[in-house]
Nanobody, 126 residues
Framework: QVQLVESGGGLVQAGGSLRLSCAAS????????MGWFRQAPGKEREFVAA????????YYADSVKGRFTISRDNTKNTMYLQMNSLKPGDTAVYYC???????????????????WGQGTQVAVSS
């Protein structure tokens, strides 16, 4: 049973930073790519960033490129999302996700991901 647990959300002023973590358990973490998604009130869940199994390949949504950095530590079974220069438009619940298929690469398509965490709230005030 794959379990994903996010942490690190909170309230921050515009221009500030937060670092989200996603702790994974239940299978060999290092064999699978991972992703971050977010969902704002009244909106669909959207792709934020994805990372390959090794961490060597990353992919970002245009809206966060240059501000957010996805990374992973396979020795700790943990993925991270460093968020800098936060904007009110970044306010959302952030979810980490993992696929059953290890060959999806750095997919931005949410239906490629089968396992989801419970989410962590990020609120950015203006």
């Amino acid at each position: 049973q794959v379990q994903l647990v996010e942490s690190g959300g909170g309230l921050v002023q515009a221009g500030g930073s937060l670092r989200l973590s996603c702790a994974a358990s239940g299978r060999t973490f290092s064999s699978y790519p991972m992703g971050w998604f977010r969902q704002a009130p009244g909106k669909e869940r959207e792709f934020v960033a994805a990372i390959s199994w090794s961490g060597g390949v990353t992919y970002y949504a245009d809206s966060v490129k240059g501000r957010f950095t996805i990374s992973r530590d396979n020795t700790k079974n943990t993925m991270y999302l460093q968020m800098n220069s936060l904007k009110p438009g970044d306010t959302a619940v952030y979810y980490c996700a993992a696929p059953r298929n290890p060959y999806i690469g750095t997919s931005y398509y949410r239906h490629d991901y089968d396992y989801w965490g419970q989410g962590t709230q990020v609120a950015v005030s203006s």
